[in-house]
């Protein structure tokens, strides 16, 4: 079990570290072709809450 800083997870992802819920979810974008504004009407939750979600999974699978 590992606690991880919420900047230390957005360097990771999107190379700042207090990169904020929009530059989340425009390299969510760009690294999953997904964009999920297609299906809700803001970056609020659930959007940012998927797009951490992932940028956490993805930390994860970098520090294996």
Same mark, same amino acid.
């Given at each position: ?6 900047? @230390?997870?957005? @360097? ?8 904020? @819920? ?22 609020a ?12 999974y @993805? ?6």
């Amino acid at each position: 079990f590992e606690l991880v800083a919420p900047s @230390k997870v957005k @360097k990771s992802f999107c190379g700042k570290g207090n990169g904020n @819920k929009i530059l989340m979810h425009e390299e969510f974008v760009k690294k999953t072709n997904v964009d999920l504004l297609k299906y809700y009407n803001s970056v609020a939750s659930p959007v940012n809450d998927i797009v951490d979600a992932y940028a956490l999974y @993805k930390y994860g699978l970098s520090t294996i």
